[in-house]
């Protein structure tokens, strides 16, 4: 059964917001704990376990359209894009929309829309180190990673590493993937990976985006 969502506002609040950008402009990332409802955060996180259960996730890959590859060697997660179809993903898409206007409003990013998907790394997965977006090519402009999984074990792994911008050797911070923890970054700039994981471990993985009209198409495809 799925658990009941919790009725209060999933938004970040404004203290966690202006929190969020002042350190998106001073180190280019933020890293909160106890951010997002615990409450959605076990809805959610039961939904995606159920899809792993019946087979409700696709195999993820690198690159995207045409240039779409499964790597092993490179990722071993399995995803869901969000689409609205439950309450838990309707609260948590009307909390990044409320973050996307705050965003827009504070440093004038023209974000256009918000993609996320559930991502379930089952034991013994990762994802090397890489970048977001490339510079100047891609229109994802701040990624975002909300942790659903509870209880994570202080041996668990699958934490996600964040490395120096100009330096991607140099290791900044190290998140632990704890149900109510919130990470975003600048997705160009920002390089990072997911360690091996020993348990099941639970996520969204989002994007902010900029409108990036090609051929007369708007905004092409993910």
Same mark, same amino acid.
């Given at each position: ?40 955060? *076990? %809805? ?7 899809? =792993?259960? $019946? ?7 690198? &690159? @995207? ?49 918000? *993609? %996320? ?7 013994? =997965?990762? $994802? ?7 510079? &100047? @090519? ?49 997705? *160009? ?20 985006? @900029? ?12």
């Amino acid at each position: 059964m799925t658990p009941s969502v919790a009725t209060s506002s999933a938004a970040l609040t404004p203290a966690t917001q202006v929190a969020l950008v002042d350190a998106l402009v001073e180190q280019g990332w933020y890293v909160g704990n106890g951010v997002i409802d615990l409450g959605l955060c *076990e %809805a959610l996180n039961s939904e995606v376990l159920h899809r =792993a259960v $019946y087979n409700g996730l696709d195999e993820a890959g690198i &690159g @995207r359209g045409q240039q779409h590859l499964l790597r092993k060697d490179i990722r071993g997660d399995a995803i869901h894009w969000l689409d609205r179809e439950s309450v838990a993903q309707r609260r948590y898409l009307e909390a990044m929309s409320e973050l996307q206007q705050a965003l827009n409003h504070a440093l004038f990013l023209g974000l256009f829309e918000y *993609e %996320a998907h559930f991502a379930h790394y089952p034991p013994g =997965a990762f $994802y090397q180190r890489h970048l977001d977006s490339f510079r &100047g @090519r891609a229109n994802r402009v701040i990624s975002t990673v909300g942790y659903l999984t509870p209880d994570w074990p202080s041996d668990g792994g699958g934490e996600m590493v964040i490395y120096h911008p100009d330096d991607p050797s140099q290791e900044v911070a190290r998140v632990v993937p704890e149900a109510g923890t919130f990470a975003c970054f600048l997705s *160009e700039k920002i390089p990072h990976e997911v360690l091996p994981t020993r348990c099941p471990r639970t996520s969204i993985a989002g994007w902010f985006r @900029r409108n990036a009209s090609l051929g007369g198409v708007l905004d092409p495809a993910r």
